[in-house]
């Protein structure tokens, strides 16, 4: 009975961080020396995960979120990858990016090799591989709160516009207690909060510069 619900334990799909909970805390060494998520304090972050060094698809990913950087730190937000590479192989195949294809990769890389920021973060699939992380993206605001979180196979590059266009929208939502529509990009409009009462309805369709299709479905300009 006890080997039976220890193997069943095994198999147990790995735990993930729950949206509005605190990011796990974790210190790990990385390309730029050893870095904790405490030392993001203050800035938002994209935490992602990319399979293997020396891979092609993770290559366009690597190059695309380069040189998204610049954008990202405009709006207060870093960028930290990971795999469960040594820290050899991630400055191996950042110098080989740069090399080869002209693009330096300005932001840090962990290396798990004892797969523990992994682990932390359910970032291994074991239906799609037990030797790799998976495509995980974590956004991570500026109080170290799990605001968002996206997988992807290991066949499909991610998009990374979207994921800027991801924090732009939750860091709109914070700034103006207001929610984003779906394909919204900074200068759309936005939705406001549905009234709670009778007469806050009756209030919010007569309201100056505010588009209403019906009393709980308001939108404005910022």
């Keep these: 009975m006890a080997t039976g ?7 147990a799909p790995p735990s993930l961080p729950r949206l509005g909970s ?11 020396g050893v870095l904790r998520l405490e030392d993001f304090r203050g800035s ?15 290559t366009t990913e690597f190059i695309a979120f380069a040189q998204l950087h610049p954008q990202l730190r405009e709006i207060n937000c870093e960028l930290l990858g990971l795999s469960i590479d040594s820290v050899y192989s991630h400055i191996a195949w950042v110098r080989n990016i740069e ?5 330096k990769i300005t932001f ?29 993206v974590f956004i991570i605001d500026d109080k170290q709160i799990v605001r968002a979180m996206i997988y992807y196979p290991l066949s499909t590059g991610r998009n ?30 936005v939705i406001i909060p549905p ?12 309201q100056e510069g505010v588009e209403c299709k019906d009393w709980y479905f308001c939108t404005k300009t910022l």
């Design 22 to 32: 605190p990011a796990p805390q974790f210190e790990a060494p990385t390309t730029h």
């Design 160 to 189: 990374v516009q979207e994921i800027y266009r991801l924090v732009q929208a939750l860091q709109t939502s914070d700034k103006h207690g207001v929610a984003t529509p779906a394909n919204w990009t900074v200068g759309g409009k």
């Design 108 to 136: 840090p890389v962990i290396a798990d090799l004892s797969k523990e920021v992994a682990t932390l973060y359910g970032m291994i699939m074991p239906g799609e591989s037990t030797t790799e992380t998976s495509r995980c």
């Design 44 to 58: 938002w972050l994209i935490l992602f995960s990319h399979p293997a060094d020396f891979t092609p698809v993770c």
């Design 195 to 206: 009234p709670r009462t009778q007469e806050m309805a009756e209030e919010r369709v007569k």
């Design 5 to 11: 619900l220890v193997a069943e334990s095994a198999l």
């Design 99 to 103: 090399d080869r294809l002209g693009q």
